[in-house]
């Protein structure tokens, strides 16, 4: 049960903002953001728990809608370092109220050009 | 201050070979998973170790890939009789815990012949 991201790619322009969405057809506990660059490993972007939060980091921040089991990814102002393929992972919440194992998305490639 | 690290960087092997992967996780960190990464791909689970619970194992292809975790140390991933199919990163990951951040290594890229 993986979660769909989209779009699966996109280009912008440096300054240019843009959004990634992340979805689960299941009830999710949390989802996890991570990028990786060309031929490095992910990094962790940030976790966002039930409970609608919405975190920032820099100028990027996600927000977590539970009824929806959407959450989006905001990047604003993009600058060239933000390009790489953004993965988002999600648990999802189990009968017994407990979490499963992280599942990750297949990614959105982004480029920010000049 | 040292990450996850993993070892070899690189493995290129035969058909039918087996390999070995190294990962050493970040110290105190409880949880360690095993994922493959095909080129353009996204991050498939492997298997994943929490303390002394048994592991997670849903996620290993097939009985030619088995794993084993000494306490909270070391993990080595272990491809028995490898298959062209196999080619692809092999990324570990530690964390304090379940639901904390990963860290990740390098990864291993291992090529079958």
């Known amino acids: 049960q993986q979660p769909v991201q989209s779009p699966q790619a996109v280009i912008l322009r440096e300054g240019e903002d843009a959004v990634i969405n992340c979805s689960s057809s299941k009830a999710l506990y949390s989802v996890h953001w991570y990028r990786q660059k060309h031929g490095e490993a992910p990094v962790f972007l940030m976790i966002?728990?039930?409970?609608?939060e919405q975190k920032g980091h820099e100028k990027i921040s996600a927000s977590f809608n539970e009824k929806k089991q959407q959450s989006s990814l905001y990047l604003t102002a993009s600058q060239l370092s933000y390009s790489g393929t953004y993965f988002c992972?999600?648990?999802?919440?189990?009968?017994?109220?407990?979490?499963?194992?992280?599942?990750f998305g297949t990614g959105t490639r982004l480029q920010v050009t000049l | 201050g040292a990450g996850v690290s993993q070892s070899p960087s690189n493995k290129v092997t035969e058909k039918g070979k087996d390999v070995e992967l190294r990962c050493d996780p970040i110290s105190g960190h409880t949880a360690l998973y095993w994922y493959r990464q095909r080129l353009g791909q996204g991050l498939e689970f492997l298997i994943y170790f929490q303390g002394n619970s048994a592991p997670d194992k849903s996620g290993l292809p097939s009985d030619r890939f088995s794993a084993e975790r000494t306490g909270e140390s070391v993990s080595t991933l272990t491809i028995q009789r490898t298959q062209q199919e196999d080619s692809a990163v092999y990324l570990c990951a530690s964390s304090i815990n379940r639901v904390s951040e990963q860290f990740f290594g390098p990864g291993t890229r291992l090529t079958v012949l």
């Open positions: 966002l728990l039930k409970g609608g």
């Open positions: 992972g999600t648990e999802r919440l189990l009968k017994t109220g407990t979490a499963s194992k992280l599942t």
